[in-house]
């Protein structure tokens, strides 16, 4: 089955400095990346998704890059604030009954003030 | 618009005892659902899925159980808890057929076992 591995399970950032997490994914079926951000004690919510016909998506201060070759896609967020601190976890999903993702194992970002 | 809730959002359970974890998903129809379990500080586990009333599919063997008796409705069980059961359940929905596999997640249950 799928594997998504993320990569740093912990970044700490300055406030205004931007923030890169990686994960990469083992089955070339998967087409459909989403980004989650879970803040402390609250439900993981979307905050980004990319679709395989793409190779890059932003929405303000984050953006999505996506390498099928290479099964790697990143989520970078610039210029960040105290409010970006957060676990955010990565998945992939395959066209398959039940559309289910696989989820990497998250990232703790920590914006310091 | 498409709303999901779950309940109770925290209960704590002596060990033996069961549990009954509910979900309900409004303003759609034929929707996937799901159950994650979150440990604490760690990732998100599949519990089960379904794709359609009475159709359940575990992904983990373990000391739960879900069931679907209507469209909308999601319940994750169990007869006798186990401290391991203890975690963040979060019940989930995305909807069938859907080329953007986006999950949506309720607000969650915490559940503690003692």
Known sequence: GENVEQHPSTLSVQEGDSA?????YSDSASNYFPWYKQELGKRPQLI?????????????????????????????????????SAVYFCAASKPRAGNMLTFGGGTRLMVKP | SQTIHQWPATLVQPVGSPLSLECTVEGTSNPNLYWYRQAAGRGLQLLFYSVGIGQISSEVPQNLSASRPQDRQFILSSKKLLLSDSGFYLCAWSVRGSMRNTIYFGEGSWLTVV
């Not at chain 1, 890169?20 to 990469?24: D, G, L, N, R």
């Not at chain 1, 390498?67 to 960040?80: G, P």
């Open chain 1, 48 to 84: 980004i998704d990319i679709r395989s016909n793409v190779g890059e998506k932003k929405d303000q201060r984050i953006a999505v890059t996506l390498n099928k070759t290479a099964k790697h896609f990143s989520l970078h967020i610039t210029e960040t604030q105290p409010e970006d």
């Open chain 1, 20 to 24: 890169v997490i990686k994960c990469t």
